[in-house]
């Protein structure tokens, strides 16, 4: 088991180091603010472009079948069978407020399915929304896509909730010449907070007879074979009760702690105060106990010390581990502007010893990132809200999206730009010029972001209520109206949004090239009486840089005698 255990480290670090990474925070109605369920979901890949997807709501003649294109490469896997109706689908969330978000995390390598399958992740969600209501017949669908037609993925967790209720599941194929796939899936229990990042976290649970769809009372749901195919392949002897999916099926290594678990544990130690005895298994520390599994490791789920918003949901997104001993904004990496990037390689060498950069929440590869919200007190249109922004999520703003929505702004729309086709009239392009210019001075651009930011999105906040009153007024008599407002109100708040990031990039341009800082009050920049610019601000690098650079200059900077 010491052996199993060092060859999982080195598979930890090669894997994580290589994949791309997402994050997901789950959210049950009795632990939010308004009652609402809420998931978040960060897309990260250095290949993905940033767009909203659209499906219809469309009805099928018998016999039609539906082409598999794997969402990752665009490749065709094959064809399944069509449904006769489909539900239409706006990001990752359906017209019946049921969303689904993901993260991979790999697991045993023999257990990836590349040629026996022909469903892949990406494709799983997409056709549950398209043909579930909520989020347990979401988990019926996956299951029987897989069961027939086989998985095409490595490890996944799945975050899926409806109007009433949030459920985590993962699973994992069985390799290569075997269909279907090892999976659980368990109820948060409402009042609580759930998250996953890249690191399979379902442990134990409790082993059921039958997957009885349809029974409330059933939390958790389950692969009949989850625990006898691990007893068949010698990985697991004991007892039923005993036995850990993702100690099994993906156990965690450093890796899997510092690069992923880590995140988690950022969002918990933000809303519970006991978390922080977690930070040495969050940092890879990792205790061994019975059966080798790991002792120390944080509950799947937590109860909150608050009640958390979707704008609360915004600002962890764009966490950093800010305030912690792994803060990115500190460290020699950071630079004199204290910036919270490092790019890749995750892992590097020194000497023949191997260190790591931080993987915090907020990355600068995220193609599109959302934070979901079902209201089970509003028709369905109206009571999903798909809070959708593109690129980095630290400096994104993220846009209110109605499920109901009949079509796209035009900026977000799958085919205007793609990641090497830049588009001035593309969100994807305009966030990206913003994001990348405020990395270049980052402690003094981001404050103008964070303003213009926090406005914006304090703006729609405060509309909601309105929108969604006026939204229901409508639906009552007309729900096609009601669909057109809805509609409107989110193209055009989207399209405006980039209209006004586009300007504030300008704006940014103008005053912080050349290393200056021009002198400007409320957005105007200053000017002397006869018009010529104002001296700009130059304030310097920090002095804690400037000691770095003369301690490791060897005095080749020092001034002999007079400078002047």
């Known amino acids: 088991m010491k052996k199993f255990g060092s060859l999982i480290l080195l598979i930890s670090l090669i894997t994580i180091g290589t994949s791309e990474a997402c994050t997901n925070f789950l959210v049950t109605k009795g632990a939010s603010v308004d009652g609402s369920n809420m998931i978040t979901y960060a897309a990260d890949a250095h290949v993905l472009y940033g767009e909203l997807y659209y499906r219809p709501a469309m009805d099928y003649p018998a016999g039609s079948m539906m082409d598999i294109i794997e969402w990752d490469t665009h490749k065709l896997l094959g064809q399944i069978k069509q449904v006769k109706h489909t539900y239409s689908v706006v990001g990752l969330m359906n017209e019946h407020q049921l969303t689904i978000g993901e993260t991979t995390y790999g697991g045993r390598k023999e257990l990836s399915n590349f040629h026996s399958g022909i469903v892949d992740y990406g494709n799983l969600m997409f056709i549950a929304l398209q043909r579930a209501k909520t989020a347990r017949e979401a988990i019926q669908v996956m299951a029987g896509l897989f069961d027939e037609y086989g998985y095409y993925s490595s490890g996944e967790s799945f975050s899926i909730s409806d109007k009433n209720e949030v459920w985590i599941m993962e699973l994992i194929g069985k390799g290569e010449g075997q269909k279907g796939a090892l999976w ?268 213009k930011q926090a406005a914006m999105e304090n703006k729609y906040a405060e509309l909601t209520p309105v929108i969604d009153e006026a939204a229901k007024a409508l639906y009552k008599n007309n729900p096609e109206l009601a669909i057109d407002f809805i509609t409107n109100y989110s193209v055009n708040t989207a399209n405006n949004l980039v209209d006004d990031w586009r300007e504030l990039g300008q704006f940014l341009f103008t005053k912080y090239i050349d290393g200056n800082i021009k002198k400007e009050k409320e957005g105007i920049f200053l000017r002397t009486e006869t018009g010529y610019p104002v001296g700009p601000d130059q304030p310097g690098y920090p002095d804690w840089w400037l000691k770095k650079i003369v301690e490791s200059s060897s005095g080749k900077f020092e001034v002999k005698g007079s400078a002047h």
């Open 184 to 451: 659980v899936a368990m109820k948060i229990p409402d009042g609580y907070v759930c998250a996953h990042a890249n690191q399979a976290r379902i442990t134990t649970f409790d082993f059921q007879e039958k997957n009885d769809w349809f029974n409330e009372d059933q939390v958790v749901f389950h692969a009949p074979d989850v625990i006898s195919f691990a007893r068949e392949k010698g990985w697991f002897t004991g007892k039923d009760k005993d036995f850990s999916f993702s100690d099994i099926y993906a156990p965690v290594g450093f890796g899997g702690a510092r690069f992923c678990e880590m995140r988690v544990w950022s969002f918990f130690k933000d809303v519970n105060k006991k978390m922080g005895k977690y930070a040495d298994y969050a940092s890879g520390i990792i205790e061994h106990g019975k059966n080798d599994f790991a002792k120390n490791r944080m509950p799947l789920w937590i109860k909150p010390d608050y009640k958390l918003s979707a704008q609360d949901l915004m600002k962890f997104m764009r966490d950093h581990l800010e305030g912690t001993n792994w803060d990115m904004t500190k460290d020699l990496g950071a630079g004199p502007w204290e910036l919270p990037y490092r790019w890749r390689p995750l892992t590097w060498e020194v000497d023949g010893v191997t260190f790591c950069n931080e993987r915090a929440t907020a990355t600068q590869q995220t193609g599109f990132s959302f934070v979901s919200q079902s209201r089970n007190w509003l028709p369905d249109p109206i009571g999903g809200i798909h809070w959708f922004g593109v690129d980095d999520a630290n400096t994104t703003v993220y846009a209110p999206m109605y499920c109901g929505m009949s079509e796209v702004p035009f900026s977000y729309q799958v085919g205007n730009g793609d990641l090497l086709t830049f588009n001035w009239d593309a969100a994807f392009w305009v966030f990206n010029m913003v994001a990348n210019w405020t990395y270049s001075r980052y402690s003094y651009i981001i404050k103008d972001v964070r303003l």
